[in-house]
């Protein structure tokens, strides 16, 4: 039965109301791990280190020899040309450099060869199994062992005498110690009987020092902060350090009291960051974040599941399946998603991963995720293992390879998405396909985690190809994470679809936030409405600044409307698009936006795309920005150029419309 207009007008308005979502506090804390801890008991639940077997050690010949001896073929190789390598040297000069010139590179790129040598030697004696890499193994624990601090420069600082050189009377767990300590374990675990050959000393050392640096620790002391148990948010830290943790603990501590001691601190601690998560999943860190949030909260949960047999489970909460369903709703095509805050536009989840939490929670979706990922990659190889030699994320990827061949492969290509926690939408013009116009947009506020001052940022894909982008965040140094953040480019509002009011960008903090968000879905048109004035500081002097973005299907373009009043008008405003492509302001009204490395359109060029707004009240400018970062380089090439539309007159209140379209 057709409805009258009178009760369609009544159902938007209910639709809308019921869409108009203020930004979610914290919700009340959940503590899930905890209450099924207590529920089954957890210290008599769990098995015993030596009772522990999540994967075949290397004594299970079968279980290796089962692996297409291509796939063992490709590992052994690269086992065998490590071995003509030499071990990186770690010079306390080199440390140093993270306090001289903020540079925190060089040192790492030295730290994480050890680590990703170490973990191709131990793959290769596995798939071989005829010893020719037990030595240069032992080597590799020995060294490590050896070292003064297992972190990473950019992190000594927890230390209580500050940054600079590490004290090694006092060891604090980041995130490297944590996958350092990991890895030690499962190899002590993987191939251990064959070290005792060389020496019982090295197996020795290794526990020593993983209880030393990691087990002691993170066990004795509740100031971490990454714990969750102080004052201070946690992030992505929380599940990537407490994943190695645990890990270290199954596979090593073999004191029953301690070992119970230790995993219900963990299930206390994961707990935490479980409960900042809103009901949505969504990942204010973005998708390149997901990898070590979400995904790692999953290798969390898989360990207590086995160490448990299957008696801790949560994997039927609503929360823990809506983290892992994140990352295919952040997908745009291809290598792209949607990129908050410091995370990256091209990401490539690992497919084993996805594929595999999708299994658990019980989302063949998400596990056809996994499945569609891993035939864009191809089959797993040593370049795939992580730089910092996390061998838990390379046994399930080899040994678990048929059933991920197996399922059919899903690629999420939703028409409409929203997390109204996270307060971001995202909207494609053809659902089901990558083809055609894609916009996505967020409220949020300027405290999130790697926050960059961004509220109400807007970007735009056409056929899976950037038009309008959120540029992400260079190589990290000294200044990320200072009170000099936002002296950095890419992190301030007008590198982002976002206007600057009587001269004045977004602040950052808690404060400055969106206000009046809705979203609204619809067959012909997605709308998105937010009032992003006060994410400005009170000299911009803006009371509203409510701007609609809208993916009209029928028309084929994305509308960016605003309309605005100011207390007092000081400048013309200035609004903001940064772009990877070649740009042609030459016509007022029309801006030409075309693939790089074609001529403009006013000389003859091809025109992809372009940008409308009304010549007579804005002028448009166009600066091009270098792009040199060895991090941002490879998404967007060596250049890009931000359009500036300048209004002609400072106004008190306003409104205006840009319109984007295929110039096709």
């Known amino acids: 039965m057709k409805a009258s207009p009178c009760r369609a007008i009544l159902l938007f308005l209910l639709l809308s109301l019921f869409l108009l979502t203020p930004l979610s506090a914290s919700p009340a804390p959940r503590r899930l791990l905890e209450r099924k801890a207590d529920a089954i008991d957890l210290a008599r639940a769990l098995a015993s280190a030596d009772a522990f077997r999540p994967y075949p050690t290397i004594a299970d010949r079968a279980a290796w020899a089962a692996i297409p001896e291509e796939r063992r073929r490709v590992f052994v190789a690269e086992a065998e040309r490590q071995l003509g390598t030499e071990w990186a040297v770690l010079p306390a000069t080199r440390f140093l450099d993270y306090v001289r010139d903020g540079n925190r590179g060089r040192y790492e790129a030295l730290l994480f060869s050890r680590r990703g040598k170490l973990a191709d030697l131990v793959l290769g004696e596995l798939l071989e199994g005829q010893g020719r890499f037990t030595d240069a193994i032992a080597d590799g624990l020995w060294l490590i062992c050896e070292e003064s601090y297992w972190g990473v420069p950019a992190h000594v600082g927890a230390q209580k005498r500050g940054s600079g050189l590490p004290d090694v009377t006092e060891p604090t767990v980041d995130l490297f110690a944590a996958e350092t300590g990991a890895l030690l374990a499962w190899t002590d675990y993987l191939v251990g009987e064959r070290l005792d050959a060389v020496h ?20 004795e002391r509740d100031d971490f902060w990454w714990m969750g148990f102080g004052p201070r948010e946690v992030n992505n830290w929380n599940p990537w350090i407490n994943s190695n943790w645990l890990a270290s603990v199954l596979l090593l501590e073999r004191d029953p009291e301690r070992r119970g001691r230790a995993v219900g601190k963990i299930a206390r601690s994961l707990d935490r960051f479980v409960d900042a998560y809103p009901d949505d999943g969504g990942c204010d860190e973005g998708p390149s974040y ?17 160490a448990t047999g299957g008696r801790l489970d949560v994997y039927r909460e609503p929360v823990v399946r809506a983290i892992g369903q994140y990352i295919a709703r952040a997908y745009i095509a291809g290598d792209f998603y949607v990129d908050m805050g410091d995370a990256s536009a091209k990401v490539e989840p690992e497919p084993d991963l996805v594929f595999r939490y999708g299994r658990a929670v019980g989302d063949p979706s998400l596990a056809g995720f996994g499945s569609f990922l891993a035939a864009r990659r191809g089959p797993f190889g040593p370049e795939d293992v992580p730089r910092y030699g996390s061998l838990a994320r390379v046994l399930p990827a080899l040994l678990g390879t048929r059933a991920l061949e197996a399922t059919p492969p899903v690629e999420p290509l939703a028409g409409e998405v929203w997390l109204p926690d996270l307060q971001m939408m995202a909207a494609r013009e053809r659902p089901g396909s990558p083809a055609g116009l894609y916009v996505a947009a967020w409220g949020g506020h300027n405290a999130q985690s790697h926050n960059h001052n961004d509220v109400g940022n807007v970007i735009v894909y056409s056929d899976g190809q950037p038009v309008l982008v959120d540029v992400g965040a260079p190589e990290y140094t000294s200044k990320t994470f200072s009170p000099r953040r936002y002296e950095i480019w890419t992190m301030q509002s007008q590198w982002h679809t976002l206007p600057a009011i009587n001269g004045l960008d977004q602040k950052d903090g808690a404060e400055y936030r969106a206000r009046d968000v809705a979203f609204t879905p619809g067959r012909d048109a997605v709308r998105f409405g937010l009032d992003i004035a006060p994410a400005y500081p009170p000299e911009a002097r803006v009371t509203r600044w409510r701007r609609e973005v809208t993916l009209d299907r029928r028309k084929r373009e994305v509308v960016l409307a605003e309309d605005w009043a100011l207390g007092e008008s000081r400048e013309p405003i200035r609004l903001h698009f940064v772009t990877p492509l070649a740009v042609d302001v030459a016509t007022p009204g029309r801006v030409v936006l075309s693939p790089p490395g074609r001529a ?40 890009l150029s931000r359009i500036i539309l300048t209004a ?5 209140r306003g409104s205006h419309s840009i319109v984007v379209r295929s110039a096709h």
């Open 290 to 306: 997901w990898g070590r949030a979400g995904a790692s909260l999953f290798e969390s949960l898989e360990l207590l599941h086995a």
């Open 200 to 219: 019982p000393l090295v197996r020795e050392r290794v526990r020593l020092e993983v209880d030393r640096r990691i087990l002691t620790p993170n066990l």
């Open 648 to 652: 002609r007159d400072p106004f008190s």
């Open 600 to 639: 403009p359109a006013s000389a003859g060029g091809e025109a992809g795309h372009v940008l409308l707004y009304d010549g007579r009240r804005f002028t448009a400018s166009v600066e091009e920005k270098a792009v040199t970062d060895s991090r941002l380089q490879p998404i967007w090439g060596d250049r």
